[in-house]
């Protein structure tokens, strides 16, 4: 993909790599970046061969949020602050409705917007590296793109207020205690962990997989009953239709591997 400033994108097989690629300053995520990502997920939802997503960081930093000295000379542009936030905030909503499964790579510093960007993502897999931070209350500033709404959900009322109110530094010990990652392992492991976890997802079938996704995320935005009867629905239909579905259970009672059929279509 050309004409990328600052991000990096390449896709070997089914995955797409994209990785923040402004490391001297932390990979803000400032309007050209957040506008850059758009344009990849455009690319990548457009391409029948990704069906898994990495989302990455370049230096020491996954992302330490938004641009500070930007926002300190445009604070008061309330249109601007209206129009990067709405993209930010659009952004992450197709993170999360996006048939893609996303996974965040934290290997360094992870601070404020950086977590925003990585509680909309599906899995989170960090190094003993990593360092977490909301931080915007050390700026007298608010989360805008999720952060009092996401986070809650994630590791519960008390916590959330915790990691808000303080803004204190935490480890990846603790923001896996937390429910924050999904887990952490140490730096030296990262990459071959990493492997295994896209072997293990792209050997499930596609199908499945997209399901996974939509019935939790979907499901967490209505009531419990609502969501009983949104999965009721869904698993007769899927279970009834879906070729894959047919094959799991063929394979079970062959003792063999199954033979999954279902690709993405773009």
Not at 12 to 30: C, F, K, S, W, Y
Not at 154 to 175: I, S
Not at 212 to 231: D, M, P
Request: glycine share 8%; hydrophobic share 40%; charged share 25%.
């Amino acid at each position: 993909m050309s004409g990328l400033q600052t991000i990096l994108y390449e896709r070997t097989g089914a995955i797409a790599t994209v990785t923040l690629n402004r490391p001297a300053e932390l990979n803000p995520l400032d309007e050209r970046t957040v506008a850059e990502l758009h344009r990849c997920l455009d690319e990548i939802e457009a391409d029948p061969q990704a069906e898994l997503v990495l989302l990455r960081g370049a230096g020491r930093a996954f992302s330490a949020g938004g641009d500070l000295k930007r926002a300190l000379t445009l604070h008061t542009d309330t249109d601007w602050m209206a129009a990067i936030g709405a993209n930010l905030r659009r952004l992450l909503e197709r993170f999360e409705r996006s048939e893609l499964l996303i996974i965040a790579v934290i290997d360094g510093l992870c601070v404020a917007g950086g977590i925003e960007l990585m509680l909309a993502c599906d899995y989170v897999l960090a190094s003993d590296r990593a360092r977490f931070s909301d931080g915007h209350l050390n700026f007298s500033l608010l989360p805008g793109a999720g952060g009092t709404q996401r986070l809650p959900r994630t590791v519960g009322v008390l916590r959330a207020k915790d990691v808000l109110l303080t803004a204190r530094m935490f480890d990846a010990q603790e923001a896996a205690a937390m429910q924050l990652v999904t887990r952490y392992v140490p730096a030296a492991e990262l990459e071959a962990e990493l492997g295994k976890l896209t072997t293990n997802l792209l050997e499930k079938s596609f199908s499945s997989r997209r399901a996974i996704k939509y019935l939790v995320n979907q499901g967490l935005r209505g009531s419990l009953a609502e969501g009983l009867q949104l999965e009721g629905a869904y698993v007769l239909h899927y279970e009834t239709t879906d070729p894959d579905a047919h094959e799991g259970l063929v394979a079970f009672s062959e003792k063999r591997k199954p033979r999954f059929r279902a690709r993405r279509t773009g």
